[in-house]
């Protein structure tokens, strides 16, 4: 089944620097979709991106998405402490809501 | 507090027992979703309900799991006889089901196995 898979596994960076995650996936999609957990809590929608589109921002957020390459990246500019958290990419491939998740990114913002 | 609300947060069952887990769904959301998730793991598609129907249950376990989403009240995910194995976070989304939307995602029940 549809898996993303999420490279680097874990991320440490110091406040201000940038953050960028990348997501692989194995067959055509109907849209990838970029959430943040932090410990102990559900995920937060963060970004989703159709298979038309190349880039999207929100914020200081910017997602791109290459089909031809089935992967995605999510940028995550000026970071903050805040922004601590596991980030995850899932892929809904045909439409029909059911979403398959990688195994997650852990970023660590040093104050 | 309009979001999608689990509970119970946490719950402690001994192997054998039964675990009933709640999800009420983001006001206006009438499809929903859940979901495992293992430590140190990303989250496992279990199955996806709408009012009184199951639209997808791929993801669930054949034996032991159930779940129903009725016309009134919340969705139930229901595990019999639970085991060692059961032990994870369970997480309860809502969408308004139409495509291209995001999930909103409740807090998870952690459900730990003595």
């Known amino acids: 089944s549809q898996q993303g898979e999420e490279d680097p596994q874990a991320l440490s960076i110091q406040e201000g620097e940038n953050a960028t995650m990348n997501c692989s996936y194995k067959?055509?999609?109907?849209?990838l979709q970029w959430y943040r957990q932090n410990s102990g809590r559900g995920l937060v929608h963060l970004i989703l991106?159709?298979?038309?589109?190349r880039e999207k921002h929100s914020g200081r957020l910017r997602v791109t998405l290459d089909t031809s390459k089935k992967s995605s990246s999510l940028l995550i500019t000026a970071s903050r402490a805040a922004d601590t958290a596991s980030y995850f990419c899932?892929?809904?491939?045909?439409?029909?809501?059911?979403?398959?998740f990688g195994k997650g990114n852990q970023v660590v913002v040093i104050p | 507090n309009a979001g999608v609300m689990q509970n119970p947060r946490h719950l402690v069952r001994r192997r054998g027992q039964e675990a009933r887990l709640r999800c009420s769904p983001m006001?206006?959301?009438?499809?929903v979703y859940w979901y495992r998730q293992l430590p140190e793991e990303g989250l496992k598609f279990m199955v996806y309900?709408?009012?009184?129907?199951?639209?997808?249950e791929s993801g669930m376990p054949k034996e032991r799991f159930s779940a129903e989403f009725p016309k009134e009240g919340p969705s139930i995910l229901r595990i019999q006889q639970v085991v060692r194995g059961d032990s994870a976070a369970y997480f309860c989304?809502?969408?308004?089901?139409?495509?291209?939307?995001?999930?909103?995602f409740g807090d998870g029940t952690r459900l730990s196995i003595l």
């Open positions: 989304a809502s969408s308004p089901g139409t495509p291209n939307q995001p999930q909103h």
């Open positions: 067959t055509s999609i109907n849209n």
């Open positions: 991106i159709r298979s038309n589109e």
């Open positions: 899932a892929t809904d491939a045909r439409g029909n809501n059911r979403l398959a």
């Open positions: 006001k206006g959301h009438s499809h």
């Open positions: 309900l709408q009012k009184e129907n199951i639209i997808d």
